[in-house]
């Protein structure tokens, strides 16, 4: 079953449950740029001052969770998840338009 998340509190709590931390990554888009939003699940190391595990993953970067919302806001998009408590701490989600609720 899933669920739409779309209350900043409820994502940031649904996120950090599993482990997870946002990221964002700028990429060019014809004349300017667009961003475009990622979240990891397990990666804890990345960007660490002791530079543990990669420093980015696919050119994303860490990013605060202010800085995160306000891209998904600026995006209109929300947060579809998994609700389905059997599959564990798994983070199964995809971001949908929130007209699309």
């Known amino acids: 079953m899933a669920k739409i998340l779309t209350s900043r509190d409820d994502i940031r709590q649904w996120v950090e449950a599993r482990g ?3 990221m964002l990554m700028e990429t ?5 740029s667009r961003t475009l939003l990622q979240l990891t699940f397990g990666q804890h ?3 660490t001052d ?3 595990g990669p420093d980015r993953v696919g050119g994303f970067q860490l990013v605060s969770w202010d800085d995160w919302f306000a891209a998904l ?3 209109n998009l929300a947060l579809r ?3 389905d ?5 798994e983070a199964e989600f995809e971001f949908i ?3 699309a609720q």
């Open 73 to 75: 806001e600026a995006a």
């Open 81 to 83: 998840v998994s609700d």
């Open 50 to 52: 002791g530079n543990e």
């Open 28 to 32: 060019p888009d014809g004349t300017g």
């Open 20 to 22: 997870g931390n946002p």
């Open 97 to 99: 338009e929130r007209a």
């Open 45 to 47: 190391a990345i960007n």
């Open 85 to 89: 408590l059997a599959g564990g701490n």
